[in-house]
């Protein structure tokens, strides 16, 4: 995943997500992270209308910050080692891309600074009279010689982006779900074990969006168990 890659208004994930970190005042860590997830999900929805090579990288960090806001909201979901390996990486390259943009600005900052004094005249160049065996076909295979021993250029494959469901349309199908049944299983909505992590982390924040609406309640008879589903507006119940 390349650290920059242009936007109108940004120059690449790392420079979004810094922003909303430094924000807040946050150390980089995964809680930070955590804490930044729905706005980092919200600016990327906003981009929409770009072009899918500019916004390619945006969603495929975005899934690494799903994961994060994951585990800090379901402490029984576990993650593979390349999962966690992809966190550690992000924050590492985070912090690394925060280092950079400080020394870039004050590089910067130096450059624009005015000089403090007028330079001289300056010193003539030394005259230089080549090797009478240096001629142009010499020079040729020398330069010829060198591009040959230049490492060849790998070809990276190619990552497809998959399609997410957006949280406004999992809290649409997820009212739609509970209004047609007496209780509901969060399990057997959100697939838990069967469907992408990503989904089910998105099933979640869609209960947790319609449990603040007051649209349904919820039950949990032990730590980690399944969550059932409940509304108070009940209609007669169809089965699919």
Do not use: C, W
């Amino acid at each position: 995943m390349p650290i920059t890659v242009k936007t109108p208004v940004y120059e690449g994930p790392l420079d979004l997500l810094l922003e909303l970190v430094e924000k807040r005042k946050l150390l980089i860590n995964d809680i930070s992270l955590a804490a930044v997830t729905e706005e980092y999900l919200e600016r990327v929805n906003a981009m929409a209308s770009a072009p899918v090579g500019e916004t390619a990288e945006f969603v495929a960090l975005a899934a690494t910050l799903l994961l994060i806001k994951s585990r800090s909201l379901l402490p029984f979901l576990s993650l593979t080692g390349e999962e966690e390996r992809d966190i550690k990486e992000l924050e590492y390259r985070l912090a690394l891309y925060q280092i950079i943009k400080k020394a870039g600005s004050g590089v910067a900052a130096a450059m624009s600074a005015p000089y403090l004094f007028e330079g001289g005249e300056p010193e003539p160049a030394p005259l230089y009279a080549p090797d009478l065996s240096v001629t142009v076909e010499s020079i040729s295979n020398a330069v010829h010689a060198l591009i040959d021993g230049f490492p060849q250029a790998l070809m990276l494959p190619k990552v497809a982006v998959k399609k997410m469901v957006s949280l406004e349309e999992m809290v649409t199908r997820l009212e739609a779900r509970v209004s047609n049944a007496l209780r509901l299983s969060f399990k057997e909505f959100s697939g838990l074990g069967k469907r992408e992590r990503t989904e089910v982390v998105v099933s979640f924040l869609a209960l947790l969006e319609l449990v603040k609406r007051g649209i349904i309640k919820v039950t949990q008879e032990r730590d980690f168990g399944d969550i059932m589903l409940e509304s108070d507006s009940v209609s007669t119940p169809t089965y699919e």
